[in-house]
Structure formats: C-alpha cells, structure tokens
C-alpha cells in the first residue's frame, strides 16, 4: 500500500489523481486487475503514447506498478500495469499532521 509520509508525497499523490483519465485508468485497474499498455489505451479510446503519459505518472506517485512479461515463442513483451492498493483522505488536520505542526 502507498504511504504519504510528508507534503510532498500528498501533493505528488493528489496531482496524480487530478485528471479524468488517470481517475478512468485506476477504476478500469481496479476491476480487471493487470492489464497491457496497449488494453487500457482501447479500452479508455485514447492512444497508445497519452496512455503512457498517465501511467507514468500514477507509477510515479505509487499507485500503480508495472512488470514486463516475456510472450512465449516471440521475440517480443508486454508491459503490464497493477494498481497499488490506497486509501487517501486528507483533512486540514492531516496536512498539519505531515507539516509536524510546527505552524501557528
């Protein structure tokens, strides 16, 4: 499970969050499980390439891994994306929890 230990993780974790299509791509992860690269991008209508663009940005915030998987008898893989299982809540409390409430 992805852990926000500091204000940066929330921020990196909450623009991870901040656009539809990554919202679509955690909803279609969530019920399929693991899916290819070239699956998520059919099944959302976007291409290939803006489908990377969102996946490397919820890998990069935690919420999604990848793992590449040898096609057996081809000289080729497929790229393979699993969403993190996370929990977020944020409330003016929290955030001064992660500042060590240090501000008054």
Same mark, same amino acid.
């Given at each position: 499970?992805?852990?926000?230990?500091?204000?940066?993780? $929330? !921020?990196?974790?909450?623009?991870? =969050? %901040?656009?539809?299509?990554? *919202?679509?791509?955690?909803? &279609?992860? @969530?019920?399929?499980?693991?899916?290819? $690269? !070239?699956?998520?991008?059919?099944? =959302? %209508?976007?291409?290939?390439? *803006?489908?990377?663009?969102? &996946?490397? @940005?919820?890998?990069?915030?935690?919420?999604?891994?990848?793992?590449?998987?040898?096609?057996?008898?081809?000289?080729?893989?497929?790229?393979?994306?699993?969403?993190?299982?996370?929990?977020?809540?944020?409330?003016?409390?929290?955030?001064?929890?992660?500042?060590?409430?240090?501000?008054?």
């Amino acid at each position: 499970m992805t852990e926000v230990k500091s204000l940066e993780d $929330l !921020a990196r974790t909450m623009d991870a =969050l %901040g656009h539809p299509i990554r *919202l679509r791509i955690i909803a &279609l992860l @969530k019920m399929n499980g693991s899916l290819y $690269l !070239a699956d998520i991008a059919k099944r =959302l %209508g976007i291409s290939r390439a *803006l489908a990377k663009v969102h &996946l490397n @940005k919820l890998q990069r915030a935690g919420l999604v891994v990848s793992r590449v998987e040898l096609i057996p008898g081809e000289a080729r893989a497929l790229r393979y994306y699993q969403l993190v299982d996370f929990k977020l809540t944020v409330d003016p409390d929290y955030i001064v929890k992660l500042m060590g409430g240090d501000y008054e």
